[in-house]
Every structure is written in C-alpha cells, then in structure tokens.
C-alpha cells in the first residue's frame, strides 16, 4: 500500500503555471502506475493525467491536453504534473492515485491508494 502526500497547489492568475507533486512512502514505488484526478465544488472527480508504472505509456483528458504533463521521478518517488496555461476552470482539489503494476487507467476505481488532495484555484 502506498501512503501518498500532494503538494504544490495554490492561487494562480489564468494564464500562470502550477507544478504539482505526490510524493509516496515506500521502497517499492517505481512499481505504482500513479493517476491525478481532479474535484471541483458540486462536481464529480474527473480523470486528468496518468503515468504507468514503467512510464511507456501517459494519459491526459483531453481538456487537459497539450497544457499539463504528467512525469516521475522513481528515485525521490514523486510524481509531478507540471500544469501550464492555466485556466479558471482548472480549479479544483487536485487528487493523486496509485495502483501496483498498474497502467495509465482513466477511472477512479482503477486506482486503490489515494492521497489527501491539494487545492487549486486560477483566478481571472
């Protein structure tokens, strides 16, 4: 099991970056596919970036597409998602997953660890 912890978020101007980051316990986390999902105010969590836990394969909804990029660094076992031109409607709690062996998996119920979550607010 992996015991994961978020950080980064924060208030942005539209346009402005954010990198987020989920760092997790354990020696063995270089074997964990690691998903961000996202929740905002009377919404439902919404898939927004994966990375498999041999990193050949990334997945990104596609309103995310092209702006935020999901990358690992197995040696500090963090996950990153590096989000660029942000938009008021990125905000949200930004929620990061994990799943031994897993792969860039889009649903909530692919994923059995999760962490606490970070607040992400974009102004306009």
């Known amino acids: 099991q992996a015991q994961l912890v978020e950080s980064g978020g924060g208030l942005m101007q539209a346009g402005g970056s954010l990198r987020l980051s989920c760092a997790a316990s354990?020696?063995?986390?270089?074997?964990?596919?690691v998903g961000w999902f996202r929740q905002a105010p009377g919404k439902e969590r919404e898939f927004v970036a994966a990375i498999a836990w041999n990193s050949d394969s990334t997945s990104y909804a596609d309103s995310v597409k092209g702006r935020f990029t999901i990358s690992r660094d197995n040696a500090k076992n963090t996950v990153y998602l590096q989000m660029n031109s942000l938009k008021p409607e990125d905000s949200a709690i930004y929620y990061c997953?994990?799943?031994?062996?897993?792969?860039?998996?889009?649903?909530?119920?692919?994923?059995?660890?999760w962490g606490q979550g970070t607040q992400v607010t974009i102004s306009s």
């Open positions: 997953a994990a799943k031994r062996w897993g792969l860039s998996r889009r649903t909530t119920s692919e994923y059995d660890d």
């Open positions: 354990g020696r063995t986390f270089s074997t964990y596919a």
